[in-house]
């Protein structure tokens, strides 16, 4: 199974930033799939999740009504818009996936597979 995360970079404050995660070796529809962020010397923390279908998603209250989460199961590509960034936002986000899961999930410890991260920053 390989989760490749990609699209970070380098972004001004109230920019924008796509990042993509393309799935290998699984059936990606069976998985709920989630977004998750470290910044330096802080823990992992959840950004989003996303169901099997994509008809249902939960975001962090840091990022809610800035970052948007969808997926295309014909492309085994999920991906997360952000808007409006803020310096905050730096981080490495990580994509991660819960195999044959019916219930969305914020915890990380949860979650089953994991991609490499992908680095983005915010400057003001």
């Known amino acids: 199974v390989q989760l490749q995360a990609y699209g970070g970079g380098l972004v001004q404050a109230g920019g924008s930033l796509r990042l993509s995660c393309v799935v290998s070796g699984r059936t990606f529809s069976n998985d709920v799939m989630g977004w998750f962020r470290q910044a330096p010397g802080k823990e992992r923390e959840f950004v989003a999740t996303?169901?099997?279908?994509?008809?249902?998603?939960v975001y962090a209250d840091s990022v809610k009504g800035r970052f948007t989460i969808s997926r295309d199961n014909a492309k085994n590509t999920m991906w997360l818009q952000m808007n409006s960034m803020k310096p905050e936002d730096t981080a490495v986000y990580s994509c991660a996936a819960k195999r044959d899961s019916l219930v969305l999930l914020t915890r990380a410890a949860l979650y089953d597979y994991w991609g490499q991260g992908t680095q983005v920053t915010v400057s003001s």
């Open positions: 996303i169901s099997r279908s994509g008809g249902s998603t």
